[in-house]
T-cell receptor
């Protein structure tokens, strides 16, 4: 158990809909990262938040957005869903003290299926 | 971000030592080399990280030559439970906190009895 929790575990929805994925980082971790893993694209970094502010952006679509709240939990919002958005979505957290590269701890993931 | 190249798949037998090599010719001065392990339908798990020379922990060793253009993950005496995908990553910033990790396709390691 990494200490990172993600809900829901599974989500099935239809094209055009909007969903919200939730992540709670490990206690004490200030950074939250979102990744998407699909069969054809592998594991791709989407976005990072540090202590409530956006820190880095990866291959995140404009239809997707995220935020990190004062209690440090994060939500990933996916809208206008397409079939190709079906994937495993992972959240990871790290301390990110700024002094050196920090290990990321991954949650169990949310499996999104768009029908 | 430095691109990494590693074998698509490998197989070995229980009790053997397995070495997985990763090439990263464009590694930057501040980049660290990190290896993660992923089992099916689970999130990746940190194995080991290094900057240069050799690093060893309770599960693996990481060998990095002086030019840092490649690295080798060594798993001693593997067991069936070591069957997983292993990712070599290069990146992160020293002093600036961690960025999102760039995962390649990884190496599918299959351990046979």
């Amino acid at each position: 158990d990494s200490g990172v929790t993600q809900t829901p575990k599974h989500l099935i929805t239809a094209t055009g809909q909007r969903v919200t994925l939730r992540c709670s980082p490990r206690s004490g971790d200030l950074s939250v990262y979102w990744y998407q893993q699909s069969l054809d694209q592998g594991l791709q970094f989407l976005i990072q938040y540090y202590n409530g502010e956006e820190r880095a952006k990866g291959n995140i679509l404009e239809r997707f957005s995220a935020q990190q709240f004062p209690d440090l939990h994060s939500e990933l919002n996916l809208s206008s869903l397409e079939l190709g958005d079906s994937a495993l979505y992972f959240c990871a957290s790290s301390i990110t003290t700024g002094s050196s590269y920090n290990e990321q701890f991954f949650g169990p993931g949310t499996r999104l299926t768009v029908l | 971000l430095a691109k990494t190249t590693q074998p698509i798949s490998m197989d070995s037998y229980e009790g053997q030592e397995v070495n997985i090599t990763c090439s990263h010719n464009n590694i930057a001065t501040n980049d660290y080399i990190t290896w993660y392990q992923q089992f099916p339908s689970q999130g990746p798990r940190f194995i080991i990280q290094g900057y240069k020379t050799k690093v060893t922990n309770e599960v693996a060793s990481l060998f990095i030559p002086a030019d840092r253009k490649s690295s080798t993950l060594s798993l001693p005496r593997v067991s069936l439970s070591d069957t997983a995908v292993y990712y070599c990553l290069v990146g992160g910033r020293s002093g600036g906190g961690a960025d999102g990790l760039t995962f390649g396709k990884g190496t599918h390691l299959i351990i046979q009895p």
